[in-house]
């Protein structure tokens, strides 16, 4: 139960990101991999309280769950790995490499549109 | 709206440290292992074993985490070594500025290996980086033999798999080939070493994985420069 911390850090990210562009953030997207340790709803709890009655408060989360795939080393097809079967199902070969599934990743942060003052 | 992409690593704080610590460590010539396992799997027992059978005059030190309590290294103290706790009041885990934080007063250049012993969870360790050059699991008879398929995360990113307390295997009814089993399905190729620190069994090579593995450090540093 470590999510609490991560959305510290993806909070901290967010406005920092904010800060730098004058702007208040108002929904931020996070890829998670499946072998990440991290449980996305876990993860939307701790986010939401951290925010609850905040300046942050409302701000959207945005999870891609990202599932665990290989790229084959022998014929280069890319593929889910499913109940820990490694075999390429094109060329049936066991020779791999993961690509994808361990992201504990910030994509993108959506901030309000900046208006120039008429004052 | 406006979409700012970001692309960076949520923990690229934690990120950072590790990698200016694992710097210090090439630069030292310090092999820094990570040891993680559930509460009780025999991590601080594996140590104690460790300490007493490596040569006096190997540079060996030991950080070791818990939440509460100096209880760990005041046992691993009596192998004469430098061991410094790190109590973590709550967290369930050790990130690398408490590492950075607890070597500030130890001279690296003085260190061959430093183990790292972290706190018992399966979960949260295999998040952050500690600027080690390899992550060991441990996992004892006494538990499951599908933890690796429970906790997938931590037995993808570990080098080594230590199986501990193989002397309890004729009481237990734990299947040790399918649990080596279970850890390969989840990390293809994965290093297993059995281990009994009751008995004596395995600790040889577990020993011998420790200086193949230092000089495999050795040769990396070497060539980089």
Request: glycine share 6%.
């Amino acid at each position: 139960m470590h999510e609490l911390g991560i959305a510290q850090s993806v909070l901290d990210a967010v406005q920092a990101e904010a800060a730098t562009r004058n702007s208040k953030p108002v929904k931020v997207g996070l890829r998670i991999g499946e072998l990440s340790a991290i449980d996305p709803d876990a993860l939307r709890f701790s986010f939401e309280a951290l925010t609850a009655e905040t300046d942050l408060q409302g701000l959207t989360l945005d999870i891609e769950f990202c599932r665990r795939r290989h790229r084959c080393l022998d014929c280069a097809t890319e593929f889910e790995v499913k109940d820990f079967i490694f075999d390429c199902p094109q060329c049936g070969t066991n020779r791999n490499e993961c690509i994808s599934g361990e992201e504990l990743q910030l994509a993108y942060v959506e901030l309000e549109e900046y208006e120039p003052s008429t004052a | 709206m406006n979409r700012v992409p970001l692309e960076k690593k949520v923990l690229s704080e934690n990120d950072r440290v590790a990698a200016e610590l694992r710097e210090r460590f090439r630069q030292n010539d310090v092999l820094v292992v990570n040891l993680i396992s559930s509460p009780g799997s025999g991590k601080t027992t594996l140590l104690e074993k460790t300490l007493e059978a490596l040569p006096r005059t190997e540079r060996v030190a030991v950080l070791t985490g818990d939440i509460q309590t100096e209880n760990d290294a005041n046992r691993l103290k009596r192998s004469g070594f430098p061991t410094k706790q790190i109590t973590t009041g709550g967290t369930c885990h050790l990130d690398a500025r408490m590492i950075d934080k607890h070597l500030a007063d130890w001279n690296l250049g003085e260190l061959g290996i430093l183990f790292i012993e972290n706190v018992g969870n399966l979960v949260c360790p295999s998040s952050y980086d500690l600027g080690e050059a390899a992550k060991i699991v441990l996992l004892s008879v006494t538990e499951g033999e599908d933890k690796p398929l429970k906790y997938p995360s931590i037995f993808f990113k570990s080098e080594l798999v230590i199986i501990t307390k193989t002397d309890l295997l004729p009481y237990v009814p734990f299947d040790i080939a399918k649990a080596e089993e279970n850890a390969r399905k989840v990390h293809p190729g994965v290093e297993v070493v059995r281990v009994s620190c009751t008995a004596g069994y395995g600790l040889q090579e577990w020993l011998q994985w420790l200086e193949v593995k230092k000089t495999a450090v050795r040769q990396e540093a070497e060539s980089y420069v």
